[in-house]
């Protein structure tokens, strides 16, 4: 698992609060576990799209974090459509 650099202490805390950001962006109510998982699950999905699509691959906890806000956003988002 590629945690950009950030170490796993540090991908759980950037991850709880890029999940949190985006869960308070996209006004859904999920709890703080839930947060975690879907900010490091976001960025690392989202940081596999950009390298393997545009050959980008980005390191350090400002670009993990805006990266699991994105991804983590993108996850609320198919979630939304695949309940509908």
């Known amino acids: 698992m590629d945690l950009n650099g950030v170490g796993f202490l540090g991908a759980i805390i950037i991850g ?7 869960e308070k962006f996209m006004r859904s109510d999920m709890g703080l576990i839930m947060n975690i998982i ?37 996850l609320i988002a198919v979630a939304r459509v695949v309940r509908r």
């Open 38 to 74: 879907l900010g490091i699950v976001g960025a690392i999905v989202l940081n596999f799209i950009l390298a393997a699509i545009f050959h980008v691959g980005y390191t350090g906890w400002l670009a993990y974090l805006l990266i699991g806000f994105i991804g983590a956003c993108l």
């Open 16 to 22: 709880g609060l890029a999940g949190w950001l985006a």
